[in-house]
């Protein structure tokens, strides 16, 4: 068994870390990841990546195992450390939906609703992984050996089905948004269909050609603060007679159109996954 040294010294001038994370905790796990077992070297990874970026300035005055493995796993573990969403909150009122410029959007009408909570970004692989660990639900078909692939803890949750995202929804203590509250929240503030106003630009055709990691856009984010609306994935939403819709474009999306956040809900079967398609939490505890 390789014997680690690792050093963990505190820098003059260092940024405060949140009093949460357990600076010996992050020692012991940091000293795992040259553990021979690559089960062990997997949960500390894991534990570590659960930390989030608050972590990041106390792993940078961490040293790992001077051997190649033990150093690569910590470095992708500083690469990837994964972004938390945080909540935005609608106030209750009457709101303008809908657009008459456009026949897929129209008719515009005010709406009705009761303050709510909606995530600022789309649930992350990471955070469906944890939630499976917790919950013993089923990874979906796509991950192998049940985990999400290489390098995406960051990215957007996709192909799962509309029950599903609304289980992982539960278990967070939320629920998926309703057409009404997601087209609000992206809406909110806005003088124009697409976050960033009124006419196209080009940046709008190029959020639609790539899947990008959550938040990784300031083009795509709305006035009330929640990104990645337009573009990225669509989203799992409930109809008004408990039915399952997506809401919003897609990296797939071809042209302006598919991009504005006024464009109706479109019906689909609550059973089925989508490359496209992710989901964000209304009203988490």
Known sequence: ????????????????????????????????????????????????????????????????ASEYESRTWFEY?????????SSIQ???????????EFEDSSPERDQAVAAFRIDDTEVTCFEYYEYLRESGAAPPPHWRRGRYPYGQE??????????????????????????????IAALLGERGPFPWG????????????????????????????????????AEWVTMEDGGAASRGGHYLCQGHPYLRLTRKAVALSPEARYEFLGFRIADRR
């Open 1 to 64: 068994m390789v014997q680690a040294l690792l050093v963990c010294a505190w820098l003059s001038g260092a940024m405060v870390v949140e009093s949460s994370i357990d600076r010996e905790e992050v020692e012991r796990l940091v000293l795992q990841l040259s553990d021979p077992s690559r089960a062990a070297r997997l949960s500390a990874r894991d534990h570590l990546l659960k930390l989030g970026p608050d972590a990041a300035a106390l792993l940078r005055t961490c040293q790992p």
């Open 77 to 85: 573990v500083l690469r990837q450390l994964p972004r938390r969403p």
């Open 90 to 100: 609608i106030q209750g009122g009457t709101y303008r939906i809908g657009n008459n």
């Open 154 to 183: 960051s990215f957007p949750m996709r192909q799962v089905s509309f029950l599903e995202a609304g289980g992982m929804a539960a278990w967070a203590g939320g629920r998926l948004p309703t057409c009404e509250e997601w087209e």
């Open 198 to 233: 009124r006419p196209p630009r080009g940046g709008g055709s190029l959020l639609a050609a790539r899947l990008n990691p959550v938040a990784s856009t300031s083009a795509d984010r709305t006035q009330s603060g929640c990104f990645d609306m337009a573009s990225s994935v």
